[in-house]
């Protein structure tokens, strides 16, 4: 099939798609953005994480065919030019990155907590980040980079990037998923 | 991961004549679990009816005071609905509970109560399951069984039923409206799901091509004071040993009514009626919980590897019927 999808504000079009292909191989394979990473392909490691409609989502369980006439922002869209975006800066700085294979799919989910929460508390950043492992770094320079993130304001700096609502869907407008909150007791 | 055709259902007629006239087809929500299965080869469908975006997508009051959630809700959205945090608080703190944020962004109401089990022999085409290949054997029943049913459970299957929301749905009552070719019905969602007995290949009494449209819940107010407890391994992102979705209505330090279901614990999501039955009337004390704690758990029957979910499980009853009666009375 046919797939129209736009990434990073680019429609683009790609011809003779499997429809059950994922999206993930979608923008690795045929679209040239190798950032999203292919590790555990089941939807419990992270590292694939794209936005899709202005939502975190794991793109090894979206089927191409699914993602036709949507939105994708993938982790190439997050810097402005060279200029690195204050979330992946924070994770240079905060020594938050060792082999690096889950970091692109963390840096997704930090942009999307900080989005939301400006200054979240540890319990929040565990809970949001709760869906992205990491088997290098034992997560506290991971917890040091998100902290670092958000005292520069590091949710504030795109949210017109962000759909401001999701139209069409219940509870358009109301608090987003912010994770379970027993976590933080 | 063996090749498959895909189609986009026009509408749901269509989707449901689609899949109930061709054998090896299957609808397609979000696919957060099988699109794995596909992956895995525990499900190998030679076409997917993407039903994801069909309009069931609204929250809507029904006649009677109930709600009405559409099949394709996702979870997140669910989860922070003004009417269901303020109504059904217990359907919240379990859609919360489940899975990553990733995964509730694109997961379907629908889709959650019609995921599979996680039982590791299920998962792995290496080994003999019944659930998988029926009549090829139970690989957990005396394999690793740490996770698995301690009631309801048959020498055929002993696997838990893994979804947090089907639990507080079956708390609460809840109605599934169900299109067929043969037209609509309704299952309550405790006649939705099966035990294993001899046949653990089907999870639902669903047939075929059947096809989730919307879970009704009840207008019972006494759900405005429920909640959900989660008990796993890790703090986040894991799968209940046991769980405990209750509502109570307390006056005067008596159980008036009262509703509790269990997960983690059988093929089914645990509706706890005994449980229930001795609460009604009782004083609403940690012994009266206890008890009826153990007037439900009686029937339990513990693996090998999996005794201490006894205790667990009347723990837990104990601690969340304690967290709901003991907040100021509404």
């Given at each position: 099939m046919r797939v129209n999808v736009e990434v990073n504000g680019e429609q683009r079009t790609e011809d003779n798609v499997w429809e059950g292909e994922s999206l993930l191989s979608l923008l690795r394979d045929r679209l040239g953005l190798p950032g999203a990473k292919n590790a555990c392909e089941q939807g419990e490691c992270g590292s694939c994480t794209v936005y899709l409609d202005g939502v975190p989502v794991?793109?090894?369980?979206?089927?191409a065919g699914q993602a036709e006439g949507r939105s994708v922002r993938t982790v190439e869209g997050l810097a402005d030019g060279d200029a690195l975006h204050p979330v992946q800066q924070a994770f240079v700085e905060a020594g938050a990155?060792?082999?690096?294979?889950c970091t692109p799919g963390l840096l997704v989910a930090t942009h999307d907590l900080l989005s939301r929460v400006s200054h979240p508390s540890d319990g929040e950043i565990r809970e949001a980040l709760a869906g992205n492992l990491c088997r290098c770094t034992g997560y506290e320079h991971i917890l040091d980079a998100v902290r670092l993130a958000a005292t520069r304001g590091g949710g504030r700096r795109d949210q017109e990037w962000r759909s401001p609502d999701r139209a069409g869907r219940p509870g358009a407008g109301a608090p987003r998923d912010t994770g379970d909150p027993e976590c933080e007791r | 991961m063996i090749p498959f055709d895909y189609q986009r259902a026009e509408d749901t007629r269509s989707a449901v004549a689609t899949v109930t006239a061709r054998p090896g087809a299957a609808f397609l929500g979000a696919g957060t679990n099988l699109v794995d299965h596909l992956k895995l080869g525990v499900a190998a469908p030679d076409l997917l009816v993407d039903v994801?975006?069909?309009?069931?997508?609204m929250i809507e009051p029904l006649a009677g005071g109930g709600v009405r959630i559409g099949a394709t809700v996702r979870n997140s959205d669910l989860a922070v609905d003004p009417v269901i945090r303020q109504r059904y608080p217990m359907v919240s703190a379990a859609l919360l509970s489940g899975a990553s944020g990733q995964l509730r962004n694109v997961a379907t109401t629908a889709g959650n109560l019609m995921q599979r089990t996680r039982c590791p022999y299920f998962q792995d085409v290496t080994t003999p399951c019944n659930k998988r290949r029926p009549g090829s054997g139970c690989s957990a029943l005396e394999g690793y069984h740490r996770d698995h049913a301690i009631l309801g459970a048959s020498r055929h299957c002993v696997a838990v039923h893994p979804s947090d929301l089907a639990v507080a749905l079956t708390a609460l009552g809840a109605v599934v409206q169900v299109e067929g070719v043969k037209g609509a019905r309704s299952i309550p969602i405790i006649d939705l799901y099966r035990l294993p007995d001899d046949a653990p290949q089907h999870d639902t009494v669903l047939e075929h091509g059947e096809l989730i449209t919307a879970v009704d819940l009840p207008a019972?107010?006494?759900?405005?004071r429920s909640t959900y407890r989660k008990v796993r391994d890790r703090a986040s992102y894991a799968f209940a040993l046991v769980s405990v979705a209750a509502a109570v209505d307390v006056e005067r330090g008596t159980v008036r009514d009262v509703r509790v279901a269990l997960g983690g614990v059988a093929h089914k999501p645990w509706r706890a009626r005994r449980a229930e039955e001795a609460l009604r009337g009782a004083p609403a004390t940690d012994d009266a919980f206890r008890a009826a704690a153990e007037a439900e758990l009686a029937g339990a029957r513990p693996l090998r590897d999996n005794a201490f979910k006894v205790p667990m499980a009347r723990n837990t009853i104990v601690a969340t019927l304690r967290e709901l009666t003991r907040r100021e009375e509404p």
């Open positions: 794991c793109a090894c369980l979206v089927a990155v060792q082999c690096g294979f | 994801s975006h069909l309009p069931f997508d019972l107010p006494m759900a405005t």
